[in-house]
């Protein structure tokens, strides 16, 4: 209980004692982390089917009330505390947490490296397990701050530049023209076919921006074509 209320019987501000900000916490600390788990727990789910939500996003939105970025914080963090426990094991359930930023900042430089790195320190003692992964993090965290002190150093000279450079006149934009072209091809041959995404949400989403890309790029065929006077066979019609 806090030690002191106004007349209406709203807390005063600065009035906890350190007992009670430890406590608060702690309960803070223990109710975000239960959310979480409930949270990773409705996605393995797919609460929102039998709801009939058309997605994780809508159901987040009218039946919890926060945004999907924020969940997917939230399923970061309970991820990457199920993968630390199972490299990790014992570990004490009363002082091991798992942030939101250590959760970035693990992402950022590579779980895989990370959980192989705490698995080459994993004990048998709980302490010493939670001191190991609080010194890997530590450590990430210093040279994530080293690699912001360090210099920029200058960027690389693309292939563009070099040609806009070397090449003159009129022929330049088209030079550039075939580079931007070879890199959009290149784009598109890493889109992953539909069978390897579960999720409709994101289905969706790659559907209607491959339909307003392919409306634009219809467009600009017809231009092009119109330039050149008809339409241009393909190679394979071409070549029969």
Do not use: C
């Amino acid at each position: 209980m806090l030690t002191s209320t106004n007349t209406e019987g709203v807390p005063v501000a600065g009035s906890m004692t350190v007992k009670e900000a430890q406590e608060l916490t702690a309960r803070v600390r223990a109710s975000t982390e239960e959310f979480a788990a409930l949270l990773h727990e409705a996605w393995a789910g797919k609460v929102w089917e039998p709801l009939g939500y058309s997605g994780f996003r809508e159901w987040l939105a009218e039946a919890v009330g926060i945004s999907r970025s924020r969940a997917y914080q939230l399923l970061a963090v309970v991820e990457l505390e199920n993968a630390v426990r199972e490299v990790l094991t014992p570990l004490p359930d009363d002082m091991f947490v798992v942030t939101d930023t250590q959760a970035r900042l693990i992402g950022s430089h590579g779980l895989p490296e990370f959980l192989k790195t705490l698995a080459e320190q994993a004990t048998s003692n709980p302490a010493a397990n939670l001191i190991a992964y609080e010194r890997a993090v530590r450590d990430l965290r210093e040279q994530a701050e080293k690699r912001v002190a360090a210099p920029t150093p200058a960027p690389a000279e693309s292939v563009v530049d070099i040609a806009s450079r070397e090449v003159g006149g009129g022929r330049r934009d088209q030079f550039t023209v075939r580079m931007q072209m070879r890199s959009f091809q290149n784009m598109a041959d890493t889109i992953p076919a539909p069978s390897k995404i579960d999720d409709r949400e994101i289905l969706e989403e790659v559907t209607s921006t491959l339909r307003d890309t392919t409306h634009f790029l219809l467009q600009r065929l017809e231009e092009y074509e119109a330039a050149l006077g008809g339409r241009v066979p393909t190679p394979d019609a071409a070549a029969s």
